[in-house]
């Protein structure tokens, strides 16, 4: 571990850090904008240039340069002072002052360096290279060359990270722009992560453009529900909606990045949710079938840990005889960050019926169930649905199963809900609420399934989220002695459950194969 001096200050440093991360480990900032330590250097931007005591006289770009021992760094000389606000000046040549319409704008490097490090008039009194604006690169991303800094981070990132040359820099000087190849957009599946890095307006995610300030936004840790890769996220949100989804660090999960679809699957979150339902005719249709024959319970592995051992314990109190796992149906995978499992509980829900002793049929053996209640509806055949004599449906979204269920009770999305999902190599993750405020008369799945057992004479249904993880723990030798508050944010991965085969690309935890 080479020991440098930032300042004056020394720092235990990797001896694989540059001079950036080296001074980061001390909480000095070195401003940057082409450099990002998941990609290649560029060193374009020259914004990170510094003095150090083995190249005297001149500058060096801290994004190239490596630590060894004994080195000496000046980050805050007049040199680099000068050399900051020149590069802010030459950055700012061309670029428009649209920051009151830029959706950029709260969360640009560019904004924040000149307030840092510049902060002065313009000195330029000529007209503005004008360059090409609202480009649709592909489905996702739109591009505004005027407001490009030409960092190349898109680039490489295309290049490197989605291996997916999409993107390249055309023209030359001062005219220089990003641009897609001639007839092929950016349709990579990771295009939105090039949004993500670009560190000013330049790129823009087509589906948050124009929705709202990231000043008005409360961002809370949560888990993609679009896969059952489990890739840890913010979810950005105001009163009861979301407005986006973005990446959150998870080495052994997602990195920094997610895929484009993982980002979209907010919206069933704000569209064509059911907002109230009718418990005491849920509970009329219920009470006289207690213990009968033909009871069936459908849990979706869209389901959280809490809301499938609330399933099962209703189910076990109603005497249910069958059990069923619905879910989306499978789709595309890929050797990085989409799993083929369209469902981010799969491994969760199959626990927890070993757990409570349950066989886990699929929904189309529905045939000679009499009664069925449904934990959330996905994937249930709805011609099997309809000779049912009883169908409770607890459900997020309008379907054609709800709207032939006889009694619906609206349930909470993931991001709106605390709870605990298991991936699909057996990582067991939690999540906060991130959405504020409540919508209608939602509530989560296990809180519904505690009503109904309250309803029907029961006094043993969870009381809180942390309590229906509890009546798994307590029955699950893979979470013996684990509890809900106790799930470390970046999560645990279980024992037993790792699978021998990985996607060649897939992160992964230390020391699986």
């Given at each position: 571990m080479p ?7 020394e720092?235990?440093a990797?001896?694989r850090?540059?001079?950036?991360e080296?001074?980061r ?9 082409c ?9 374009q931007?020259?914004?990170c ?23 000496k ?5 007049p040199?680099?002072k000068?050399n900051?606000?020149g590069?802010?000046?030459f950055?700012?040549?061309?670029h ?6 830029c959706?950029?704008?709260?969360e640009?490097?560019?904004q924040?360096?000149y ?5 002065q008039?313009?000195?330029i009194?000529?007209y ?23 960092c ?8 490197e990270?989605?291996r997916e ?12 722009l ?9 349709d990579?599946?990771y295009?939105g ?5 670009c560190?000013?307006?330049a790129?823009?995610?087509?589906d948050?453009?124009?929705q709202?300030?990231v000043w008005?936004v409360?961002?809370?840790?949560t888990?993609?529900?679009g ?5 840890n996220?913010y979810?950005?949100?105001r ?6 989804l973005l990446p ?6 997602n990195q ?10 907010y919206?069933s979150?704000n ?16 009470k006289p079938i207690?213990?009968?024959?033909g ?5 979706s592995?869209q389901?959280?840990?809490e ?16 059990y ?9 995978q890929?050797d ?7 469902n981010p ?8 019926a070993h ?9 189309s053996a529905?045939a000679g ?6 934990f ?15 169908f ?6 309008e379907?054609a ?11 909470e999305s ?16 939690r ?9 209608g008369?939602?509530?989560?799945g296990?809180t519904?399934?505690?009503r ?12 809180t ?8 723990a307590?029955r699950?030798?893979q979470?013996?002695g684990?509890?809900?508050?106790g799930?470390?944010e970046e ?11 990985w996607?060649e690309?897939?992160p992964?935890?230390a020391?699986?194969?």
């Amino acid at each position: 571990m080479p020991k440098v001096f930032v300042d004056g200050a020394e720092v235990e440093a990797d001896a694989r850090d540059n001079l950036i991360e080296a001074a980061r480990r001390i909480g000095v900032a070195i401003p940057y904008f082409c450099y990002h330590p998941r990609l290649s250097i560029a060193g374009q931007c020259r914004m990170c240039l510094v003095e150090t005591s083995d190249a005297p006289g001149r500058l060096v770009p801290g994004c190239q340069v490596r630590v060894k021992e004994g080195l000496k760094i000046v980050t805050n000389s007049p040199a680099v002072k000068d050399n900051q606000r020149g590069c802010m000046e030459f950055h700012l040549i061309n670029h428009p002052v649209d920051c009151a319409i830029c959706d950029q704008s709260g969360e640009c490097k560019l904004q924040d360096y000149y307030m840092e490090y510049d902060h002065q008039p313009s000195r330029i009194r000529t007209y503005k290279l004008n360059k090409p604006k609202r480009e649709v690169f592909g489905p996702m991303v739109v591009y505004d060359a005027e407001r490009c800094i030409m960092c190349t981070r898109c680039v490489r990132f295309m290049d490197e990270v989605a291996r997916e040359p999409q993107l390249a820099v055309v023209q030359r000087g001062s005219h220089s722009l990003i641009s897609t190849f001639p007839g092929q957009p950016l349709d990579s599946n990771y295009s939105g992560n090039t949004v993500d890095i670009c560190p000013v307006g330049a790129l823009l995610n087509r589906d948050f453009r124009f929705q709202s300030r990231v000043w008005f936004v409360d961002k809370a840790p949560t888990i993609c529900t679009g896969c059952s890769n489990g890739c840890n996220v913010y979810a950005e949100c105001r009163g009861d909606r979301v407005y986006r989804l973005l990446p959150r660090r998870n080495e052994e999960v997602n990195q920094v990045w997610m895929c484009d679809e993982g980002r979209l699957t907010y919206h069933s979150t704000n569209e064509k949710r059911i907002e109230s339902g009718d418990l005491q005719k849920a509970v009329e249709l219920l009470k006289p079938i207690a213990g009968q024959p033909g009871i069936g319970i459908a849990v979706s592995a869209q389901c959280t840990n809490e809301e499938a051992a609330a399933a099962f314990l209703l189910g076990q109190q109603l005497k249910a005889e069958r059990y069923f796992l619905g879910g989306n149906p499978p789709g595309d995978q890929d050797d990085f960050l989409v799993r083929g499992d369209k469902n981010p509980n799969t491994r969760g829900v199959q626990l927890a019926a070993h757990a409570f002793g349950v066989k886990l049929e699929e929904p189309s053996a529905l045939a000679g169930v009499k009664a069925l209640i449904a934990f959330r509806t996905e994937g249930l055949p709805v011609e099997l649905l309809k000779p049912l004599e009883i169908f409770v449906a607890i459900a997020q979204n309008e379907d054609a199963a709800t709207a032939i269920a006889q009694a619906v009770l609206p349930c909470e999305s993931v991001y709106e809900q605390e709870c605990s999902l298991i991936n699909w190599y057996g990582r067991l993750q939690r999540t906060w609420a991130a959405v504020p405020a409540k919508r209608g008369e939602v509530a989560p799945g296990w809180t519904w399934a505690a009503r109904v057992l309250d309803a029907l004479g029961f006094t043993n249904g969870p009381r809180t989220a942390a309590a229906a993880f509890d009546i798994l723990a307590q029955r699950s030798k893979q979470l013996a002695g684990v509890t809900l508050a106790g799930i470390p944010e970046e999560g645990r991965v279980l024992e037993g459950e790792m699978p021998t085969h990985w996607p060649e690309r897939a992160p992964r935890p230390a020391g699986a194969r």
